[in-house]
C-alpha cells in the first residue's frame, strides 16, 4: 500500500514538472530569437564595414598601381624624349660633316680641273716648242751635212764602228784582268771545288759500333737477369738509358744505345751483377750509380794519361775530360781518341819541318774534334763548337782558330791551321782507319732501289750519296705531275716503316718529257 502510494506521488510531481519545463522552455526560446536578431543585425553590420573597407582599400591599390603606372610610363617617355635628341643631334652632326665633306671634294674637283686646264695650257705650248725643236734640229742636220760631206747614214754607221772597237777593246781588257784573277785564284779555287764535291759526295757511313754484347757463362743468368715480369731489365734500361736484348744468341745479351758511355756503363754494371749474384731493381739503382762514378774517374784518367804521353802541359781540367770521353766516340769507324793523337803527332812533325811549334800544333792537333764529345746538344758543327770550348777554357788563339778553321768553316789566321786539316785529311785518309761493313750498306742501298722499283710507271731508281738520297725516274705518259708528288710521299712512307737506316732518306721523282728528233 505504501508503495502504491509512493507511486502516485511520483506521477504527479512528474506531471507538474513538466508543465512547469513547458512554460520555461517557451520562455527561452523568445529570448534565444531576440538575441539571434540582435547577432544578425551586428552580422551584418560588420560585414557591411568590412566590404566598405575591402572596397576602399582596393581602390587605394588601385590608384597606387595607376599611379606608379603613369610614373613608368612618363620615365618612359622622357627616356625616349632623350634618345630621340641624341639621335636628332647625331643626325644633325653627321648631317654638318657631310655637308663638310661635300664642300671639299666641289672644292678638290674645282682645283682638279683648273689643274686639268693649266696642264692642257702647258702641253700646247710643249708641243710647240716641239715643233720649233724639230724644225731647228732638220735646219741643224741639213747644214752639219753640208759642213761635214757626210749623210745621216754615214755619220751613223761611223758612230756605230767606233763605239764598237771600243766596246771590244774594253771587253779585251775586262776578259784579260778576270783570266789573271782566275789564274792567281786557280789553286785556293781549285781546293774549294774538290772540298765541295767531297762533301756533296760523301757519306756518313753505316757503323757498327751502336751495339756492345755482353757474354754471359750460361744461358741460365738471362732469366735472372730479365727478373720476375721484366723487373730486372726494365730497371736496367731505365738506369742505364740502354736497351737490352735478350735473344736466342747463345751465352750473350746485346746492349744496345747510340752513346757509347752509356753501353759502357750498361756493360760493366750487368759485370758486377752477374758476379755479384744479387740482381734487384734496389741493387741495380745502387750499382750504377758507382759505375758511373767509377767510369768518369776512368775517363778522367785516361784523359790525363793521353795529354802526359803527348808531353801537353797546362790544358784545363775539363778540356781534360773532354779528351778521356774520345775514348769512347768513333768516327766514321775510327776511335776519336785515337784519330786524334795520330793528328797530333803527325801535327808536330809537320810543324817541325816547317819551323813552326811543335807543341802548339800537338795541342791543337789534340784538340781539333773536342766539339764531338760534349755532353749537351748543340746546333753547332763540332768544329765550331770545339773552338767555342777552346775559347772558354783559355787556350791559345792558334788552337782556337786551327779547331774552328779544320773543316773551313771560318778564316784560317795561323800558320798552324792549314797544318790540322792536313793531318786530319791523312789520318782518316789513312788504309784501314776507316771501316763500313760494305755487305749491310749493299744490302740497304738494293732493298731502296726495289722498293722504288716496285711502283707502276718507274723506269730506274738510283740510290746515290750512299743510300742517303733515292732519285725515281718515272715515265713521263704514264704519270703526271701530281701523280709524281704523292708517289714520292708513297715511297718515303714505305722506306720508313720497312727499312732501318741511320739518319734521313731523301727521296726525288724526276719526271720529265724528251722530244728526239734527228737530222739528216
Same mark, same amino acid.
Given at each position: ?106 672644292? #678638290? ?282 775559347? #772558354? ?128
Amino acid at each position: 500500500m505504501t508503495s502504491i502510494i509512493l507511486a502516485i506521488i511520483a506521477v504527479a510531481s512528474g506531471i507538474g514538472g513538466f508543465i512547469f519545463g513547458k512554460k520555461s522552455i517557451s520562455s527561452d526560446v523568445a529570448r534565444i530569437e531576440e538575441d539571434s536578431k540582435r547577432e544578425s543585425k551586428k552580422i551584418i553590420e560588420n560585414a557591411k564595414r568590412e566590404a566598405d573597407n575591402i572596397q576602399k582599400n582596393k581602390a587605394i591599390e588601385i590608384k597606387e598601381e595607376l599611379l606608379k603606372k603613369t610614373s613608368e610610363f612618363e620615365n618612359s617617355t622622357r627616356d625616349r624624349e632623350t634618345r630621340l635628341i641624341q639621335k636628332e643631334a647625331e643626325f644633325k652632326n653627321r648631317q654638318n660633316q657631310l655637308n663638310q665633306k661635300i664642300e671639299t671634294t666641289t672644292r #678638290k674637283e674645282k682645283e682638279l680641273e683648273n689643274t686639268k686646264n693649266q696642264y692642257v695650257q702647258q702641253n700646247e705650248v710643249l708641243e710647240r716648242k716641239q715643233l720649233e725643236l724639230d724644225k731647228q734640229y732638220e735646219t741643224f742636220q741639213s747644214e752639219l751635212e753640208k759642213i761635214s760631206e757626210m749623210t745621216k747614214e754615214d755619220a751613223k754607221k761611223q758612230l756605230m764602228e767606233s763605239v764598237r772597237v771600243k766596246a771590244e777593246s774594253e771587253a779585251l781588257r775586262q776578259s784579260k784582268h778576270i783570266f789573271d784573277e782566275a789564274i792567281s785564284k786557280a789553286n785556293k779555287d781549285a781546293k774549294k771545288i774538290v772540298i765541295q764535291t767531297i762533301q756533296r759526295t760523301a757519306s756518313e757511313y753505316a757503323i757498327e759500333n751502336t751495339v756492345s754484347v755482353f757474354n754471359l757463362e750460361s744461358d741460365d743468368l738471362k732469366g735472372q737477369i730479365i727478373g720476375r715480369e721484366g723487373r730486372n731489365i726494365r730497371a736496367i734500361e731505365a738506369a742505364t738509358g740502354c736497351e737490352l736484348v735478350v735473344d736466342d744468341t747463345p751465352e750473350a745479351i746485346i746492349i744496345s744505345g747510340y752513346d757509347p758511355i752509356r753501353r759502357e756503363v750498361a756493360r760493366l754494371s750487368l759485370q758486377r751483377l752477374v758476379a755479384d749474384g744479387r740482381i734487384h731493381p734496389a741493387r741495380i739503382e745502387e750499382v750504377v750509380v758507382k759505375t758511373q762514378k767509377q767510369l768518369e774517374e776512368h775517363i778522367v784518367e785516361i784523359g790525363e794519361r793521353t795529354v802526359l804521353d803527348l808531353n801537353i802541359q797546362g790544358m784545363h781540367p775539363e778540356l781534360i775530360r773532354y779528351v778521356g770521353r774520345m775514348r769512347f766516340r768513333s768516327s766514321y769507324g775510327q776511335n776519336l781518341l785515337m784519330h786524334s793523337r795520330e793528328v797530333a803527332n803527325l801535327c808536330a812533325t809537320m810543324a817541325a819541318e816547317l819551323g813552326i811549334s811543335p807543341k802548339l800544333a800537338k795541342r791543337a792537333g789534340l784538340l781539333h774534334d773536342i766539339g764531338k764529345v760534349p755532353d749537351e746538344e748543340s746546333e753547332l758543327s763540332h768544329a765550331l763548337l770545339g773552338m767555342k770550348l777552346c775559347e #772558354k777554357y783559355g787556350e791559345n788563339p792558334a788552337v782556337i782558330n786551327a779547331v774552328g778553321a779544320h773543316h773551313d768553316e771560318i778564316e784560317m789566321k795561323f800558320m798552324i791551321s792549314p797544318i790540322i786539316q792536313a793531318c786530319d785529311s791523312i789520318s782518316g785518309a789513312r788504309p784501314g782507319a776507316r771501316r763500313e761493313v760494305m755487305e749491310s750498306y749493299m744490302k740497304r742501298i738494293t732493298e731502296l732501289e726495289q722498293i722504288a722499283s716496285s711502283y707502276k710507271g718507274v723506269e730506274k731508281a738510283y740510290a746515290i750519296q750512299a743510300g742517303r738520297e733515292l732519285r725515281v725516274i718515272v715515265e713521263s705518259d704514264k704519270i703526271g705531275d701530281k701523280e709524281s708528288e704523292e708517289l714520292s710521299f708513297e715511297i718515303a712512307q714505305k722506306i720508313q716503316n720497312d727499312m732501318t737506316y741511320p739518319g734521313q732518306i731523301k727521296v726525288t721523282v724526276i719526271r720529265e718529257k724528251r722530244a728526239i728528233n734527228v737530222a739528216k
